[in-house]
């Protein structure tokens, strides 16, 4: 089966429970010893997989002494080797700083090894290859595995019918995989296995491991009955009515002639006389004749010549204005000029003040 793994998710859950469990551990203390990592935690396999990060730690350490210079195959030397080995086992000395770290990547192993076992069994043996994996090694290391405890003890198997007594790694996680697939009812649920951890800090499974939806073989609208299909409704042949035909009605022998229609004459309206209204003829006296302004944009003349011109008398206008009404009434006819005529003698009272300004003006201006 195929995982969706959110590594990320899976490393913060991981720093985020060291810190309080390594804070609520280490309050007196300044170091953690070997019988006290097997009790760590409520959750024994926990405490194995730090174990089990020690030890593979330690594998590597101990490869570090071999020397090109001595014989590591003689008996002696391996039994030696091997006593000393133990002898270390039972002294365990970690400080918080370097165990802070083992606690943080045994949470990231646990929970692969709960959710995504094919992952976790497939990342263990490509750390203990080099380039080969021996039986005993993988005999080792199954000691600190409970949760699926099946795969590497079929993979053991495996080797030992065989009649290998060490693999390469590529060979090694094809009998993972093989394990995996013939024993899928063995795989043991994630939720059941982690629930001791989530109690600590609660989370979700599907945080960390996303799993594909189960294929559908068949879809479920198949197995639903079909409905039963709804009956036509039965066809009543209607029979077509048969009208008796219309016999048309008999021509009279006789018409008789419309009458003819005579418009009535209209009277003739003759138009009435239209009385001629006559207009009594005023005698229009004579209008005298006014000496016109030089106007203020013609040239000066000479101040002997300003002098000498005269402004009509008020008199001579007064009687004008009086010769203007006769006039207009000679052109137009009956017309009522009544306010004309207050409006037009206003205006010729503003015209002539007006006059009388531009001349007073220019007489000033030929004085200076």
Same mark, same amino acid.
């Given at each position: 089966?195929?995982?969706?793994?959110? @590594?990320?998710?899976?490393?913060?859950?991981?720093?985020?429970?060291?810190?309080?469990? /390594?804070?609520?551990?280490?309050?007196?203390?300044?170091?953690?010893?070997?019988?006290?990592?097997?009790?760590?935690?409520?959750?024994?396999?926990?405490?194995?997989?730090? %174990?089990?990060?020690?030890?593979?730690?330690?594998?590597?350490?101990?490869?570090?002494?071999?020397?090109?210079?001595? *014989?590591?195959?003689?008996?002696?030397?391996?039994?030696?080797?091997?006593?000393?080995?133990?002898?270390?086992?039972?002294?365990?000395?970690?400080?918080?700083?370097?165990?802070?770290?083992?606690?943080?990547?045994?949470? /990231?192993?646990?929970?692969?090894?709960?959710?995504?076992?094919?992952?976790?069994?497939?990342?263990?043996?490509?750390?203990?290859?080099?380039?080969?994996?021996?039986? =005993?090694?993988?005999?080792?290391?199954?000691?600190?595995?409970?949760?699926?405890?099946?795969?590497?003890?079929?993979?053991?198997?495996?080797?030992?019918?065989?009649?290998? =007594?060490?693999?390469?790694?590529?060979?090694?996680?094809?009998?993972?995989?093989?394990?995996?697939?013939?024993?899928?009812?063995?795989?043991?649920?994630?939720?059941?296995?982690?629930?001791?951890?989530? &109690? @600590?800090?609660?989370?979700?499974? =599907?945080?960390?491991? /996303?799993?594909?939806?189960?294929?559908?073989?068949?879809?479920?609208?198949?197995?639903?009955?079909?409905?039963?299909?709804?009956?036509?409704? &039965?066809?009543?042949? %209607?029979?077509?009515?048969?009208?008796?035909?219309?016999?048309?009605?008999?021509?009279?022998?006789?018409?008789?002639?419309?009458?003819?229609?005579?418009?009535?004459?209209?009277?003739?309206?003759?138009?009435?006389?239209?009385?001629?209204?006559?207009?009594?003829?005023?005698?229009?006296?004579?209008?005298?004749?006014?000496?016109?302004?030089?106007?203020?944009?013609?040239?000066?003349?000479?101040?002997?010549?300003?002098?000498?011109?005269?402004?009509?008398?008020?008199?001579?206008?007064?009687?004008?204005?009086?010769?203007?009404?006769?006039?207009?009434?000679?052109?137009?006819?009956?017309? *009522?000029?009544?306010?004309?005529?207050?409006?037009?003698?206003?205006?010729?009272? *503003?015209?002539?003040?007006?006059?009388?300004?531009?001349?007073?003006?220019?007489?000033?201006?030929?004085?200076?």
């Amino acid at each position: 089966m195929e995982y969706t793994v959110n @590594q990320q998710n899976i490393q913060k859950y991981a720093e985020r429970l060291t810190n309080d469990l /390594c804070r609520m551990f280490f309050v007196n203390k300044a170091f953690i010893s070997g019988p006290e990592i097997l009790s760590f935690n409520p959750v024994n396999q926990l405490n194995l997989l730090i %174990v089990k990060n020690i030890f593979l730690n330690w594998q590597k350490e101990a490869l570090k002494l071999k020397s090109p210079y001595f *014989d590591y195959e003689d008996e002696g030397v391996k039994q030696a080797l091997k006593t000393f080995m133990n002898k270390l086992s039972n002294h365990i000395k970690v400080y918080r700083y370097d165990f802070e770290p083992l606690v943080t990547k045994s949470i /990231c192993d646990f929970i692969l090894l709960s959710a995504a076992p094919q992952d976790f069994f497939t990342k263990e043996v490509e750390a203990l290859a080099s380039p080969k994996v021996p039986v =005993t090694l993988l005999k080792e290391f199954s000691k600190y595995i409970r949760v699926n405890k099946f795969v590497m003890e079929q993979v053991v198997a495996e080797i030992e019918a065989s009649g290998y =007594t060490e693999t390469f790694g590529g060979e090694t996680i094809r009998f993972v995989m093989k394990s995996l697939n013939e024993n899928p009812d063995k795989i043991e649920a994630a939720d059941a296995a982690l629930k001791g951890l989530l &109690e @600590q800090l609660p989370a979700d499974v =599907t945080d960390f491991v /996303c799993m594909p939806k189960p294929l559908v073989t068949r879809p479920a609208f198949l197995d639903q009955p079909k409905p039963e299909p709804e009956k036509e409704p &039965e066809y009543v042949p %209607v029979t077509k009515p048969v009208f008796e035909k219309e016999e048309p009605a008999p021509e009279p022998f006789f018409v008789a002639p419309e009458p003819e229609i005579v418009p009535e004459p209209v009277a003739e309206i003759e138009p009435e006389p239209v009385a001629e209204i006559e207009v009594a003829s005023e005698p229009v006296a004579e209008v005298e004749e006014v000496v016109e302004v030089n106007s203020v944009w013609e040239e000066p003349a000479a101040e002997t010549e300003i002098e000498a011109i005269q402004v009509p008398s008020v008199e001579a206008q007064s009687e004008e204005r009086k010769l203007k009404p006769v006039v207009l009434h000679k052109i137009y006819g009956d017309v *009522d000029f009544a306010g004309f005529e207050l409006g037009l003698d206003a205006f010729m009272r *503003d015209l002539d003040h007006v006059d009388a300004k531009l001349f007073q003006a220019r007489h000033d201006v030929e004085r200076l």
